[in-house]
């Protein structure tokens, strides 16, 4: 049983300011390489990643700042600095300002665009880009993944490359444009469309209120969930029986409140998979927010893109999905404590109770919002990251889990038994 934790619908941005492409501002060398590239000419490049929270994770430098980590968001149109620490504002060269805006509940988010930067991920490299530096960190998706988050990048890099997302390994491989050649052998190939620089397919088929119905999904790496299904003026859906309101996740303007259910069965091209665990966003933080020329029905995310091994060709206009059987085996669970959790400390080890859900296993055992936990079962917290601790709340049905709780100072037992709610 793998983990589903916490949703971030990242690529639904909009910049209020005409779009932040790369530029060039002055005179440069003329022989330097201008945009994306690989180094010393090379055709094809591997980058490993890590997975934390279902959201893929890799290591980039910015100008001359190192180890910088980023999520990769197939829809991101610029590169996004959301921890404005980590980049020194008099080494940027900050010029207009922009408004961002997104999936949530709250407002518009204030950044500065830099213009003329170097990016480099491992053997990819790309000079004088534009960037955007959100003003304050109001994502905190460090505190929700578990380790340093600082930013999010995504649609230049598969614009520019052909993106193989190897979940098995940890592994980006980056393929020239033009020098990935499909073959059956690597997987089933399916169209996609890039609109307003996010990919959707339409090769999804949800079978629901008792109808069997192709729709419109976006392919959205910068999801943690399983599938989203949103009603817009042309489709809505009705909410299976048994659902669970909850705080589905984090967007670039708040929180998104909705509804988590399970839906009986959908294909992704000839794969079957039953029981999916989906989220129902309120459309005030979601379809609300997408404008009316958005043609889609839904996203899919990475709980169930981890289990193929994914590429992405933007250019010639496919993906081609290669199943990963152990996992196409692997059931869609939901966390079974009813309590969400954020990391904090310099090291990102100390876990607090963020919010627990009524009537939740967590409530009954007497959690509330702000304890630490300090011990859960015979393992320290701190030893923990933020995925393995979801994955012990989600053992089973039945199962307890002892933990030792911090709350003002003083420090006590309980125990939680796990419940699955949907």
């Excluded at 980049?87 to 950044?111: H, I, M």
């Excluded at 309120?282 to 193929?308: H, P, W, Y």
């Amino acid at each position: 049983m793998k983990t589903f934790i916490w949703l971030l619908l990242i690529s639904t941005l909009f910049i209020s300011e005409a779009a932040i492409a790369a530029s060039v501002d002055g005179t440069d060398n003329a022989e330097e390489k201008y945009g994306y590239f690989l180094d010393k000419n090379h055709k094809t490049a591997r980058i490993p990643f890590e997975l934390h929270s279902n959201l893929i994770l890799v290591y980039a430098r910015i100008n001359d700042v190192d180890s910088l980590r980023f999520i990769l968001d197939t829809g991101v149109s610029s590169i996004i600095i959301t921890d404005p620490h980590i980049l020194k504002p008099d080494k940027l060269r900050l010029t207009r300002k922009v408004n961002l805006s997104g999936a949530g509940e709250g407002k518009s988010v204030a950044a500065h665009v830099a213009i003329d930067n170097r990016f480099a991920m491992g053997r990819l490299r790309a000079n004088h880009q534009n960037i955007v530096v959100i003003e304050q960190d109001f994502l905190r998706l460090s505190e929700y993944v578990g380790v340093p988050v600082h930013g999010i990048f995504g649609y230049d890099i598969f614009n520019n490359f052909v993106v193989t997302i190897d979940f098995s390994r940890r592994e980006l491989l980056l393929t020239q444009n033009g020098n990935y050649k499909y073959k059956p052998s690597k997987g089933d190939k399916h169209p996609i469309v890039i609109e307003d620089t996010k990919p959707f397919t339409d090769a999804v088929t949800l079978f629901a209120d008792g109808r069997e119905k192709p729709i419109r999904v976006l392919i959205d790496t910068g999801a943690g969930h399983a599938l989203l299904l949103n009603n817009t003026p042309k489709e809505t859906y009705r909410l299976p029986e048994k659902v669970i309101r909850a705080q589905l996740g984090r967007g670039l303007n708040g929180v998104i409140n909705g509804n988590l259910a399970r839906v009986d069965r959908m294909k992704l091209g000839r794969f079957e998979l039953d029981n999916i665990v989906a989220s129902f966003p309120d459309s005030t933080g979601f379809s609300a927010k997408m404008g009316a020329n958005v043609e889609r029905q839904g996203n899919i995310g990475c709980e169930l893109l981890r289990r193929f091994k994914v590429t992405m060709n933007y250019h010639e206009g496919y993906m081609v999905l290669k199943p990963v059987r152990s996992r196409m085996r692997e059931k869609f669970e939901h966390d079974m404590s009813g309590m969400e959790i954020r990391a904090e400390g310099s090291d990102l080890h100390s876990y607090f109770v963020n919010h627990v859900q009524e009537k939740s296993p967590a409530s009954l055992a007497g959690l509330v919002e702000g304890d630490q936990l300090l011990y859960i079962d015979d393992h320290a917290a701190a030893e923990l990251n933020v995925s393995e601790i979801y994955k012990l709340m989600q053992r089973g049905d039945g199962r307890n889990v002892d933990l030792l709780v911090k709350r003002n100072g003083n420090i006590f037992f309980t125990r939680i038994t796990l419940r699955r709610m949907i």
